[in-house]
């Protein structure tokens, strides 16, 4: 890029206090005070001119990381440089007096975006203009839909001379119409030379409008470039966060546990992609901390969603074993049947309950391994199984009552 | 909404310096301050029915009941010289100074979206506040000292000083909300506290009576009050005569200074306590 930077951040680091800051000794002992890390060693450079996407899941620390960029957290570690005037406001319509027509509130949100209130009044017809409502702006804010307000709060901040914008889950707001006239207006001042930050949960607004993107994720970058680029790094953490919820500790006993998994082939990258019809081949060493009754280790094929494709009958660790202990080396082979996409194989251990309640059993915290099967695009199918198909042109005379259609 | 108008220098990377209790420029504060603080006085009076005129009442009939219950029921004040008179500006002193501190302590809380989700000076808040609760209290003290002078209260040289008295009512109030606001935000407890000292400071202030009357025994106490100055000489300064001012009320004037030296050191400590506090409030509302 040869655009001069806009935006600089390096190395930010952001902790918020957590606990109570009570006086009562007994509250301070319950909930002791401590750091909450959000951001951690962050560090990106925004171009003049871009529009840039930041996305990640909840509490990815997004929000977090644009109030640094405005000024409105401390920033306990690193350094931010920006270069030009920032909207000073991160969220449409911040400030809004519900009380008040929608030309006072132009005037008041105006002068708090950095103009003059003598610049806010005169370009209060334009702003409300570019809002379409006209037909409204005596109408007290608080009769306003949300839409409405929405749309107030962008015409706004398209009239303040920003030179950085930033703004926050921008398109949670308006109908379509009006998501498509922002998108065309900010893609309009990145062209003007206006540099645009957007944060969004939503993979879609920051693909429809920005130029580059980064993924936050456990506090620190996961991934940054092309908007699709980022995109799929957002898939999969997103599918790391069900796998783990589908297969993880949740009501798991700590009396077993899968120590090592693998795939056999040592080769293998961390997300293989399999070719399709290639057998799934892996390994594990399960750990057995106190004996269990006829324990069995089960495998699963689960989807990217951590939804249950395949579950593989239970195989005992020692067959009529009345109290197992120690450790096990397990080797599985799989036949593969998926189509192409993306798929995890997991792996635990069960102890059965005695008299054969589901509720009863022991489980073990279980481990995933994600792979992706590589073929030929096919049409949505989840499996893979053979078919054949043949076609040969229809007589009239034949007795089309033989086979069943009518 | 061209790229022309943007100048390179102007584009020049700075360090982002996070909030503060200031902002950039003073122009700005200057802007940011008169309009929130028109606003909100437009919004709590012209709006409603019947708009300033609430503003008046409340002192206003504060003032009646207190004044048939202490003059006619308990037969209080008599020997007091223009007892009514006085009452009258006094309570709209205090009711002031009652609102003033009461809203400028929820000023940063009650924004809360303004301040966690802009960048903005953050004193303009309790500021502006004070300032609607200044501009209440100058109508207020315009129609009450028509009422005064129709009550029969005759204009005295000394009444030149009462400006400077109500402002430094002003400044006192105001000190206390920006000590007010940043503690309410960290602890939601300040407001139970205050209502409790405010009741106090009600009393423990010659309001509705005259530091004479005050026995030696509790007097030390009032005297310590920083509130106690200013309406001690509100007093003198309104109707003269045998009525004591501040010095001859405390006795000597290193004992008048003491709540008066009170008063600035809360000032300060109020300021400084804000100035320290405000960069971290966004993040403990």
Redesign the interface.
């Known amino acids: 890029m040869s655009a001069?930077?806009?935006i600089?951040v390096r190395g930010v680091s952001k902790s918020?206090?957590t606990g109570t800051?009570s006086?009562v000794p007994l509250k301070r002992l319950r909930h002791p005070a401590g750091r909450l890390s959000v951001l951690e060693d962050i560090s990106f450079d925004v171009h003049?001119g871009e529009v840039f996407g930041i996305v990640g899941p909840n509490g990815a620390g997004k929000s977090t990381l644009l109030?640094?960029?405005?000024?409105?957290?401390?920033?306990d570690d690193g350094?931010?440089?920006?270069?030009?005037?920032?909207a000073?406001?991160?969220?449409l319509g911040?400030?809004f007096?519900s009380?008040?027509p929608a030309r006072?509130n132009i005037?008041?949100n105006g002068?708090?975006m950095?103009l003059?209130?003598a610049e806010a009044k005169r370009r209060a017809d334009s702003v409300i203009e570019f809002a379409e409502l006209e037909r409204f702006k005596d109408l007290k804010l608080k009769n306003y839909s949300s839409g409405m307000r929405g749309r107030l709060g962008f015409s706004i901040m398209?009239h303040v001379?920003a030179?950085v914008l930033l703004v926050?889950e921008i398109m949670a707001v308006g109908d379509k119409a009006f998501r498509d006239k922002c998108r065309d207006v900010i893609a309009?001042?990145g062209a003007?030379?206006r540099t645009v930050v957007l944060v969004s949960h939503d993979m879609g607004s920051i693909n429809r409008n920005c130029d580059r993107a980064l993924l936050l994720h456990g506090h620190k970058i996961e991934r940054m470039g092309s908007p699709e680029e980022v995109a799929n790094g957002y898939l999969a953490v997103n599918s790391r966060r069900r796998l783990t919820a589908a297969v993880g500790g949740d009501g798991a006993s700590d009396s077993a546990e899968v120590v090592a998994f693998g795939f056999a082939d040592e080769g293998l990258e961390a997300e293989p992609t399999l070719s399709s019809r290639s057998p799934i081949d892996v390994e594990a060493v399960v750990e057995l901390r106190r004996p269990l009754q006829s324990p069995v280790v089960q495998f699963t094929i689960l989807d990217s969603g951590g939804r249950a494709l395949f579950v593989a009958p239970p195989r005992p660790l020692q067959p009529g074993g009345d109290r197992v202990s120690g450790r096990f080396r397990v080797s599985a082979r799989i036949e593969n049947r998926l189509a192409s996409g993306r798929f995890a194989v997991a792996c635990r251990v069960i102890e059965p309950s005695i008299d054969g309640e589901e509720g009863g059993a022991v489980r073990s915290p279980g481990r995933w391994l994600a792979f992706a099967i590589d073929g030929a695009d096919q049409l949505g199918s989840v499996i893979s199984v053979d078919s054949e198909i043949t076609v040969e042109p229809a007589k009239a005379e034949i007795d089309v009552a033989g086979i069943g259609v009518k | 909404?061209?790229?022309t108008?943007?100048s390179e220098s102007?584009?020049?990377?700075?360090?982002?310096?996070?909030?503060s209790a200031f902002g950039t420029t003073a122009k700005?504060f200057r802007?940011?301050l008169w309009?929130?603080a028109s606003?909100d006085f437009r919004?709590r009076y012209i709006?409603t029915v019947l708009g300033y005129v609430w503003a008046l009442a409340r002192p206003l009939v504060t003032f009646g009941i207190i004044f048939l219950f202490l003059r006619h029921i308990l037969g209080f004040g008599g020997k007091i010289p223009y007892f009514a008179e006085v009452l009258m500006i006094n309570i709209i002193l205090f009711q002031f100074f009652q609102e003033a501190t009461n809203q400028g302590m929820r000023a940063l809380a009650s924004?809360e979206?303004?301040v966690?989700?802009?960048?903005?000076p953050r004193m303009v808040l309790p500021l502006s506040t004070s300032l609607t609760a200044t501009i209440t209290l100058m109508l207020n003290l315009v129609v009450g000292f028509v009422l005064v002078l129709i009550m029969g209260l005759t204009p005295r040289p000394s009444w030149l000083l009462i400006p400077v008295l109500v402002a430094a009512l002003v400044i006192l109030a105001t000190a206390l909300s920006l000590l007010l606001s940043v503690a309410f935000v960290?602890?939601r407890d300040v407001a139970q506290i205050w209502t409790v000292i405010s009741r106090a400071l009600f009393w423990g202030t010659p309001i509705l009576y005259s530091i004479q009357t005050v026995p030696e025994s509790v007097r030390s106490f009032v005297m310590l009050n920083p509130l106690t100055p200013i309406f001690v000489e509100v007093r003198w300064a309104l109707v003269g005569g045998t009525t004591p001012d501040m010095v001859e009320a405390a006795g000597s004037v290193p004992e008048a200074l003491i709540p008066v030296v009170l008063s600035l050191f809360l000032c300060v400590f109020s300021f400084w306590y804000f100035v320290r506090g405000a960069?971290?409030v966004?993040?403990a509302l």
């Open positions: 001069p930077l806009s600089e918020f206090a800051t006086w003049r109030k640094l960029i405005a000024g409105i957290y401390q920033i350094r931010i440089r920006v270069g030009g005037r920032i000073p406001l991160i969220e911040v400030g007096r009380e008040l006072e005037l008041l002068v708090m950095g003059t209130p398209t001379n030179d926050d309009g001042m003007a030379g | 909404m061209s790229a108008g943007i102007s584009l020049e990377l700075r360090e982002v310096t996070g909030p700005r802007e940011l309009l929130s606003t919004m709006d924004r979206g303004l966690r989700k802009t960048k903005f960290r602890l960069p971290a966004a993040e």
